[in-house]
């Protein structure tokens, strides 16, 4: 009796997770390295919450094999010049972000075989379109409005022929 839920068992994901700076949330199976990730030419970098805090926040070399089960940031690379509390705060920003984010599973392709990588947003050849939300827009309806000039100019013809009597 009461409310009853059937829930499935959920597996946690054993691959590495990896979190832009937009709050896409994108699954590679291991092993997968940083420049496998990044893809060819890298315009972004790839950094762990540890990376990203420690004092002179630095990136992951592209041969670096990435570890299962831990969360990277894929960020442009401007973003490694902001400061120390700045970083802290996208670290926390990102890290909250990633568990709530929908998640899309990734397929790595090797650099022999094409660039396919997050930060093209490609994946096997085809553009990822991640669904927008329906975004909030008011109802708006027609507001008159009536000059200045207009309305003092209709007040001083019916105030003038009074004037005059």
């Known amino acids: ?14 691959g590495v997770r990896v979190i832009t700076i937009n709050g896409h949330l994108e699954l590679f199976e291991s092993p997968v390295t940083a420049g496998e990730v990044t893809g060819k030419p890298s315009h972004h970098v790839l950094c762990s919450a540890a990376h990203l805090l420690t004092t002179g926040a630095r990136s992951l070399r592209p041969e670096d094999r990435l570890e299962s089960g831990r969360l990277y940031f894929l960020l442009p690379q401007s973003v490694l010049q902001a400061g120390p509390l700045d970083l802290a705060a996208l670290a926390t920003r990102l890290t909250n972000l990633a568990r709530t984010a929908p998640v899309i599973k ?9 660039p396919g990588s997050v930060a093209a947003g490609v994946n096997q050849g085809k553009a990822q379109e991640r669904p927008r939300p329906h975004m ?3 109802v708006l309806s ?8 207009l309305s003092l100019a209709s007040q001083s013809v019916i105030k003038s022929p009074q004037d005059k009597a």
């Not at 009796?1 to 054993?14: D, K, L, N, R």
């Not at 990734?106 to 094409?114: W, Y």
């Not at 027609?142 to 000039?149: A, D, G, H, W």
């Open 142 to 149: 027609t507001v008159r409005e009536i000059s200045l000039s």
């Open 106 to 114: 990734a397929k790595v392709e090797s650099a022999a075989t094409g």
């Open 1 to 14: 009796m009461g409310c009853h839920h059937s829930i499935e068992a959920s597996v946690p994901f054993s």
């Open 136 to 138: 909030w827009r008011p």
